[in-house]
């Protein structure tokens, strides 16, 4: 049934004017009743003038969203020429004007809003006066106005929740693209300025070194294009969801090719894992694979280091991440780039913490961080 109700309201989002002539028309079915129900012979007739002026009085509801103000005040006129002019049957609710109401209320803005409170405020006791003159009329008919009323503001409430909620994801989604192209570019590209860097030199004194630096100047080309062209895929999704491509993120498993990158240009690499290494939720083995990759860019672009070490300790209700260099450590005033940020924002998306400064003894720079994981037993049941 929910997926009924959700695929009914896309449907109707898509075709609003629709929505409104059905709307019309369950409105002139209820106005309908007292026509066809039998009547007794002391109250007045239901003839087919009266049930033609009822019907022009519901026929204003088509164009409820589009005019409002003019729907409101046609179906006053109009309803106030049928008691005036026409002795028809009466409706037990004013349908009419409550489904207006309900409408000005849900999309109309404030000053729409304080126009309609002034017509009805003038409206509603004028037809008390012609039909009943009574208070429990007048009770009864401010009453329901005002729950209309009520609820079209609690509509428009609602409304604007969900639209503040899908901005904010749309704001989320948006800031993990940019982390996700942030450290695809700057660790490719940071590579790539190493080796061909060092390329020329190599040439010189070492042929075959300058022939692996090339090979892995193209070989991290061609994988930040094929991450880049995965995401932009998905970026696609939406419109083309039979091409999108379907690849999942790198995760553990990218690690050793990581690193071999990395080794590729000239700088040591110790990798070392401790505790029992099972299999991590994918959204965590891609966040650790990022976080990894991000220190590792951060030691080769400013840390001058020689060798640096990736640690992962796997506990019971999470994974440790430790990343160290023996470089020139952190500089006064540097602060930190995006690429640190993009390191706290990623633990802190899955719960965890992240901490980077001096390597023991203020040699080199560490990154800590530790992202909470199911435990085994978790993962079991």
């Known amino acids: 049934m929910r997926g009924w109700w959700e695929r009914g309201r896309a449907l109707g989002a898509a075709h609003p004017q629709a929505v409104d002539i059905g709307i019309a028309l369950l409105v002139q079915a209820a106005m309908t009743m007292p026509f066809v129900v039998p009547r007794p012979p002391d109250l007045e007739p239901a003839t087919w003038p009266a049930y033609g002026l009822t019907t022009l009085t519901v026929v204003p509801l088509v164009w409820r969203r589009r005019a ?4 409101l005040t046609a179906i006053i006129a109009t309803s106030a020429l049928y008691k005036l002019a026409l002795e028809g049957p009466g409706q037990p609710l004013p349908y009419t004007g409550l489904v207006v109401i309900y409408t000005i209320a849900a999309v109309s803005p404030p000053w729409k809003r304080l126009v309609a409170g002034g017509l009805l405020t003038v409206a509603v006791p004028v037809s008390v006066w012609l039909n009943t003159r009574t208070a429990r009329e ?17 509509t428009d409430a609602r409304q604007r929740e969900h639209r503040i909620e899908a901005e904010r994801a749309a704001a ?6 940019a982390r996700e192209m942030h450290d695809i570019l700057s660790h490719a590209v940071s590579l790539m300025i190493v080796q061909a860097e060092a390329g020329p030199v190599a040439v010189r004194t070492a042929p075959e070194r300058a022939e692996a630096a090339f090979d892995a100047i193209s070989a991290t080309g061609r994988d ?11 970026l696609r999704e939406a419109d083309e969801p039979d091409r999108a491509p379907r690849e999942p993120q790198p995760g553990l498993a990218g690690l050793p090719e990581l690193l071999d990158r990395i080794r590729a240009s000239d700088l ?7 505790g029992a290494v099972r299999p991590l939720p994918e959204a965590t083995g891609a966040s650790v694979f990022r976080i990894v990759q991000e220190a590792l860019t951060n030691v080769v672009k400013h840390a001058a280091a020689r060798g640096v070490s990736v640690q992962l300790n796997y506990g019971e209700v ?8 023996d470089g020139r450590g952190p500089q006064p005033g540097s602060g930190g780039g995006h690429g640190l940020i993009g390191v706290r924002e990623r633990a802190a998306a899955h719960g965890g913490t992240a901490v980077t400064g001096p390597g023991p003894d203020g040699r080199g720079f560490e990154v800590r961080v530790r992202l909470p994981v199911p435990s085994a037993a978790e993962v079991a049941r």
């Open 68 to 71: 409002p103000l003019a729907a």
């Open 138 to 154: 007048l009770t009864f008919s401010l009453f329901v106005f005002a729950a209309a009323y009520v609820f079209g503001r609690l």
């Open 172 to 177: 989320r989604e948006r800031a993990r693209i």
């Open 224 to 234: 930040a294009m094929a991450q880049l062209r995965r995401m932009l895929g998905v």
């Open 268 to 274: 040591e690499v110790a990798y070392e894992s401790a």
């Open 318 to 325: 999470a994974v440790d991440i430790r990343v160290l260099d």
